[in-house]
């Protein structure tokens, strides 16, 4: 896969959903941002998975 296939925004994901589970918040976020970073390039700025990782970004920094 290239560094911005969605696929791999896809398993940021479910990465960062575990390491959130585990309490790992910090690891937890670098894996949305990058998973952000890649929609962002391949995704409308309005498009709906972009307001869920935004979302997912603000919750997991509650913790931080």
């Keep these: ?4 296939h969605l696929d791999l925004a896809a398993y940021y ?3 960062a959903t ?3 589970k585990l309490g ?3 690891d937890a976020l670098m894996c949305y941002e990058k998973m952000l ?3 962002k390039l391949k995704l409308s700025s ?3 998975r972009i307001a869920v990782s935004l979302n997912n970004i ?5 913790f931080l």
């Design 24 to 26: 790992k918040y910090a």
């Design 1 to 4: 896969l290239s560094t911005d």
């Design 37 to 39: 970073h890649i929609q």
């Design 58 to 62: 603000l919750r997991v920094q509650k």
């Design 13 to 15: 994901n479910n990465m």
């Design 46 to 48: 309005e498009h709906p």
């Design 18 to 20: 575990c390491l959130e």
